[in-house]
C-alpha cells in the first residue's frame, strides 16, 4: 500500500510539474485547473439530468399503461396496493 500511495502521490505532482512547465506560470496552472474541473463538473451534471429526464419520459407511459404496477415493481416482484 506504501507503494502504491506513493506512486499516485508522484504521479500528481509530476502531472502538475509538467503542466507548469507548458503554460509558464502556478497561476495559469490554477486557471487551468479550474476549467477543467469545472468541464468535468458541468458533464456530470449534464449525465445526471439526461438519466432523470429518461426516468421521467419512461415513467410517464408506464404508468399510464399500468396504473398499480411501478417500474420497481418489476424489479422487486411487489404489487402496490390502490387505495
Known sequence: MIVVGSMIGSGIFIVSADITRNVGSAGWLILVTLVVRGMAAAEVGIALLLISAG?????????IQSPNAGPHDLLSGT???PR
Open 55 to 63: 426516468a421521467f419520459l419512461i415513467g410517464i407511459p408506464w404508468t
Open 79 to 81: 404489487r402496490v396496493v
